[in-house]
């Protein structure tokens, strides 16, 4: 355990994670070390490696974050105290700020809308707080609702033989952090990237830090979409080899854009990267890193007085997974449907043993990433990615 503790604290992690004013927490550690063997899987399957730690902490170098405790280190997300427990709350958009007067029953937009959430909340237990806040679409969890899960596999097409990312078109329709990592170690390991996003809604880090969204997306052609005319986006999603996307099942349902609707080539894998799963009631529940951490029971601290763990933890997790359950996809010979929940992913790693004690072991900062190409700007590689389709048609196999 002390390795685990020397690496997280040298990793920037431990940086990271405990109360503001107090001590770094090393008790997640364990979190550090299972990453790297997944990563490991990763080198394996690809010959290329990844370094666990920069993807955990890199958009906090990036960013210049530290650890705030019960505000998440990007400040989006807060834990609040209700009866009985607690729970996460994110305002990362602007309509999430937007629906707080609704959230909290006022007649007016508050002041400060994280003191009125702060007030309402301790008033009501963490079930009836997430509840509410989930019918006005802002992203909120219980504390450790969610239980851990493997990827769902389920078999939609013909198989190939066995195969590496080298060569394979990716097409990443997907956005933040958790898919456009995944999209991002496919490229490393040979993949071409395809980054579809819509012109009249980007994905959201275009309008954050440069730096950030270069590291996720550079190297990857962007490709704009009309999402009123599928007919070119569907025929781009037939001649992919891999499909990412991060799309709620009914936005996919209502526009027949899922993976039983789009033709495939043979050994095509369908990546479906959600906050709480496909199906059931929390099919269509939205979430974000932190408060999908926060679901999975992902935090330090004390159940009393818990505290983030990290920066976001629960996507750059989620996009290792789901890199690595794509590869031992495409070995199997792809024609597969991968499912992974941040949520679930989030408390399988909770379920990791914790490190008690004290721990004097020098704490470094965040890792900065290596230098990424600029990404392209907005429907840049258009006609590039238009001659691809027309070329693959030609040779659907």
Known sequence: ????????????????????????????????????????????????????????????????????????????????????????????????????????????????????????????????????????????????????????????????????????????????????????????????????????????TRSGSRAFFDWMNGGKLCYAADFTDTTRLRELLEVADIVIEASRPAGLARRRMGPDDIAARDGRVWLSITGYGTDGADANRVAFGDDAAVAGGLVAGSARDPVFCADAVGDPLTGLDAAVAVVKSLRRGGGEVIQLAMAAVSARYAALPTLAGEWSVPVGLPAVPYPSPPASHLGADNSQVDRMIDERRLTPC
């Open 1 to 204: 355990m002390d390795a685990q503790a020397r690496d997280w604290g040298a990793s920037g992690l431990a940086y990271l994670t405990g109360p503001p004013d107090g001590p770094p927490d090393f008790s997640r550690a364990g979190v550090l070390a299972h990453a790297r063997s997944i990563a490991a899987q990763f080198s394996a399957g690809t010959g290329v490696e990844v370094d666990a730690a920069t993807l955990l902490a890199g958009r906090a170098a990036l960013l210049g974050l530290t650890r705030a405790g019960q505000v998440s280190a990007g400040g989006a997300t807060r834990l609040l105290r209700a009866g009985g427990g607690w729970c996460a709350i994110t305002l990362s958009r602007p309509d999430d700020v937007d629906a707080v007067p609704a959230v909290v029953e006022a007649d007016a937009a508050p002041d400060d809308p994280w003191r009125a959430l702060e007030s309402w909340a301790a008033d009501r237990s963490a079930v009836e707080v997430v509840e509410r806040a989930r019918l006005l679409d802002l992203p909120a969890a219980i504390l450790g609702e969610a239980i851990p899960a493997d990827p769902l596999v389920r078999r939609v097409g013909r198989l190939t033989a066995p195969r590496t990312p080298d060569g394979l078109l990716v097409v990443d329709m997907s956005s933040m952090w958790a898919g456009p990592s995944c999209a991002m170690l496919l490229g490393q390991a040979g993949a071409t990237v395809v980054k579809v996003e819509s012109r009249g809604r980007p994905d959201g």
